[in-house]
């Protein structure tokens, strides 16, 4: 029955002179997304709206799917469109759309008239009123609640006129690509996927990194860190995921320094080498899936020595949420299934049964200098030998 969508968007409505940057990202993250879908789409926009057209037929559930992943997008509303013939004959249009689309249900119903198009010879009021008396003719099962109404019939009178009556949820937040690009530390858990979605979707994109450990760490789960960043990908477009032998330098933390400090040490050579990756491709921030209390290695002193060695800003959109709320988003975007696999991680190899949880800054530099020079040719090393995999 739906042959268009009406997009609506939120926040980009209030940008000022730099609206149509936004308009311009969303429209092509919109081209992007539904270049997969089974049909042709012209994507158009008029008067700060929205609207995808399909030509011919095409596949209306995986068409609505695929909007539902366009970050910046707050409601599709599949639109009848119809040509401005005069009232009678748009009065026919709505009394076909009601019966075709809610037969004898019985609702409570108000109806909503924009007239963008000045020329049209009655007044929004008069359309309300007049269209209202006519479907309550039509339609004995049908009553006028104005305060609380079940249903909103929205007539929207353009150069076309325009009639909608669903808002299918979109995911909100800010179009792709309008906020830069920042690296995510990627692990197979349950967090750090849905950190990087939470990031894109304020309209930044995401690349990515894993450290692995093999032999300690299969190539099973290096695997399911590339099936988790194609999961978020497809929200996110096109991740670069560099993936980072860590095993010498793990071990040779292992060897140097004190058990407790252990993973905190790690974490900050973790961060030191994301940092540098990132200043390379032109990142502009660090994400992490890092929420507090969460573990040891996540206490207030330990998150504190960690970040001791950024100096890119690091973004932790997890900070304050509980398990059960991560869970529920992961979810959501589909990545529940694939983390909750068991595949060992680098960060539980090494693990000290007794990790400090609340580290000093200044004894964990201290413990770092048994490190030496050697770290620095190694870190080089690692970096130099990075697997490059995009995922899209
Ligand atoms: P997650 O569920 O995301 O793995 P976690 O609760 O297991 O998180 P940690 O293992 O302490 O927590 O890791 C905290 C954060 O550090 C992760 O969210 C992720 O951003 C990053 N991280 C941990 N391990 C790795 C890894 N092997 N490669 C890349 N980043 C990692
Ligand atoms: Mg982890």
Redesign the pocket.
């Known amino acids: 029955m739906f042959q268009a969508f009406l997009i609506k968007y939120g926040e980009i409505g209030v940008k000022g002179k730099n609206r149509y940057v936004f308009e311009d990202a969303l429209v092509a993250r919109m081209k992007q997304v539904l270049s997969d879908v089974e049909g042709t789409f012209r994507i158009t926009k008029e008067q700060g709206r929205i609207y995808v057209e399909a030509d011919g037929s095409f596949d209306y559930e995986e068409a609505v799917a695929a909007l539902q992943r366009v970050f910046g997008i707050v409601g599709i509303c599949p639109v009848v469109l119809v040509e401005d013939r005069g009232f009678e004959a748009l009065s026919g249009d709505v009394t076909d759309y009601m019966r075709r689309l809610y037969g004898e249900e019985k609702k409570t119903f108000k109806i909503h008239t924009r007239r963008a198009n000045k020329n049209f010879p009655m007044t929004s009021m008069e359309v309300n009123a007049e269209l209202g008396g006519r479907l309550l003719e039509a339609f004995p099962n049908l009553s006028v609640d104005v305060h609380d109404p079940e249903l909103m019939l929205h007539i929207e009178l353009r150069s076309q006129i325009c009639i909608y009556s669903e808002v299918i949820p979109g995911p909100g937040g800010m179009p792709l690509g309008t906020n830069g690009r920042s690296m ?12 990087g979605y939470m990031v894109a979707r304020r309209g930044v994109y995401i690349d ?6 093999p032999p300690y ?1 299969s190539e099973r789960a290096k695997q399911k ?1 590339v099936d988790l960043a194609a999961k978020v990908a497809r929200y996110t477009g096109r991740i670069r995921l560099h993936v ?1 032998n ?1 095993t010498d330098i793990q071990m040779y933390i292992y060897d140097q320094c004190p058990h407790d400090e252990l ?1 905190i040490i790690m ?1 900050r050579y ?1 961060m030191r080498i ?1 940092q540098q990756i990132a200043e390379e491709t032109g990142c502009l921030a660090l ?5 507090i209390g ?2 040891a ?2 206490t207030v002193p330990s998150l504190a020595a960690t970040n001791d060695v950024c100096t890119l800003p690091v973004f932790r959109p ?1 900070i304050a949420f509980d398990k059960e709320d ?1 869970v529920a988003v992961a979810k959501k975007i589909d990545t529940y299934e694939i ?1 909750i696999l068991p595949y060992e ?4 190899t090494f693990v000290a049964k007794h990790p400090v949880t609340k580290p000093q800054v200044e004894r964990i530099r201290r413990s770092e200098q048994a490190l030496s020079e050697k770290i620095e040719e190694m870190v080089k090393e690692a970096l130099g030998g990075r697997e490059v995999i995009d995922i899209t």
């Open positions: 995510l530390l990627l692990s197979g858990g349950i967090d750090s996927p849905v950190a990515a990194v894993y450290f692995h450990a760490t860190v980072i860590f993973t974490r973790m994301a994400v992490t899936g890092e929420s969460q573990v290695s996540q997890l991560i983390s991680d680098c960060c539980t």
